[in-house]
């Protein structure tokens, strides 16, 4: 028996493709299907749980995709950052034309004359990349804010392939890994939708404990020939015999609150979405759904999310209310809102963690027991990753 904790989409991946091949297989999931890429629908408004694209469609995801019958859509992004109240396109080292002249000299000079040492903490790769000032007023802040640390205590390479290049001299809107993207008119549920529509099983269950060759699931034991795992790696090691040793090894990462509103009214620009740097808002990104399809709420309303990062205490809905209208971005009027509260959002990894996180690998496949998805593999990955382990596993 194939057996797969989680019906996110990792999961849904591997318990599709098992289908497919008729093999034996059991997807237990503790809440409802989907995982971060759930759509909710209320009051005729719909809503995803945070912005969450397909960035990349290769050959592979693209015939599952179709497999499933979900007709995705290519949007070319639209995206901002807010800057001296106003918005600058994103990627903002690729669009300081639209600076004021003042800044526009600050940022060149500073570029052309940035250190070109090799760098051994983020603000130091920022430094090499766009010089200090983008980074003293933009990069530092926006990057402080999102991950709850100062960068210089992230390694060089965190953001990898996530870092637009800098491009002063040759200003291009469209550039970074998500120039163009792919998104289901409904939201992206609807991919969640189109693996049950193919008789992917599913059954109510909560993983309380990982044995050899077996797992208990909602107070009974079952055994496995191979264990798909797809839930945060703090919470498997919790429960894995075998991981004793890990017990006390400090996963870092970020929680994430979601604050969907339903307005009579607009995100500004038609903006997709805006990233925000400075410390007085306590969010790190603000978008629209319906901005990117207008099937995500009724005429003359908005669907609209607010992302904000969570180390320790939450915020209160009202502040984060108040403080984006305080911005003037968001015009119209506010019906009515619905939080969400993710523990584990962001993995955070450096060259230790790396080195943990590949050393359980190991132990967990000798058990035949794999890990797959953003959080059980400690990484900070797209949906696309996601799928692409699922196809590699299966």
Known sequence: MNVIIGAGISGLTIGYLLHKKNEDYIIF???????????????????????????SMDESIESLIGDIGVDMHRVERRAFVYWNKSLISYPIQSNIAQFNFNERFFASFSYIFRSRKTPENLKEFFMTKTGRFLCDRFLYGYNKKMWGKNPEKLP????????????????????????????????????????????????????????????????????????????????????SPFLKEFREYPFDYVGMKILLLGVKGKLINNAHWIYFAQDNLPFTRVGSFTNISKEMSPGGYSSIWIEVPVRNKIPEDRSIIDAIK?????????????SLHFPYAYPIRDDVTDMVVKEIEGILKR????????????????????????????
């Not at 890990?371 to 196809?391: C, H, P, Q, V």
């Open 326 to 338: 305080s911005t003037g971005l968001l015009r119209g009027k506010v019906l009515f809102t619905r």
């Open 29 to 55: 999931e503790r809440e409802e299907p989907g995982g971060w890429c759930r759509t909710y629908e209320i009051n005729k408004f719909r809503f995803d749980a945070g912005g969450h694209f397909f960035h």
């Open 156 to 239: 060089p390479y965190f953001l990898g392939r996530y870092f637009p290049e800098t491009s002063l001299f040759a200003p291009r809107k469209q550039t970074g890994y998500n120039p163009v993207f792919f998104y289901p008119s409904q939201g992206i549920g609807e991919v969640i939708k189109g693996f049950l529509k193919k008789g992917v099983r599913i059954k109510k269950g909560n993983l309380e404990k990982v044995g050899e060759g077996k797992v208990r699931v909602g107070g009974r034991w079952i055994r496995y020939r191979n264990l798909y795992l797809t839930i945060p790696l703090p919470e498997i090691i919790k429960i």
């Open 367 to 394: 058990r035949g027991i794999y890990l797959s998805g953003r959080f059980a593999r400690w990484e900070y990955n797209t949906m696309s990753d996601s799928i692409k382990r699922g196809m590699e596993l299966v």
